[in-house]
């Protein structure tokens, strides 16, 4: 079994930025590709940036791209997610996923219990 536990989240003023960690627990994941994703009320998951374990190849979504940077230490088992830049539309749970290098949901495997990140304006 794997376990993942998201950190990090919380209040920001729009402009600000948060760093998220996702410490990652249980089966080896030399294999496994680690992602973010967001939900806002009334919205589906929505897929926000990826990362191999292996090479560190990185994908985004095009509405973080240049904003928010995906990071990982193997050593320690750990993905981060660094936000700048935050913007009111943001503002969602953002949950951790250990699976394939995707950005569809269903690609992934287990995922944590999500974070709250709330951006006021």
């Known amino acids: 079994q794997v376990q993942l536990v998201e950190s990090g989240g919380g209040l920001v003023q729009a402009g600000g930025s948060l760093r998220l960690s996702c410490a990652a627990s249980g089966r080896t994941f030399s294999s496994y590709a680690m992602g973010w994703f967001r939900q806002a009320p009334g919205k589906e998951r929505e897929f926000v940036a990826a990362?191999?374990?292996?090479?560190?190849?990185?994908y985004y979504a095009d509405s973080v791209k240049g904003r928010f940077t995906i990071s990982r230490d193997n050593a320690k088992n750990t993905v981060y997610l660094q936000m700048n830049s935050l913007k009111p539309e943001d503002t969602a749970v953002y949950y951790c996923a250990a699976g394939h290098y995707s950005y569809y949901v269903e690609e992934y495997d287990y995922w944590g219990q999500g974070t709250q990140v709330t951006v006021s304006s």
């Open positions: 990362i191999r374990w292996r090479g560190g190849n990185t």
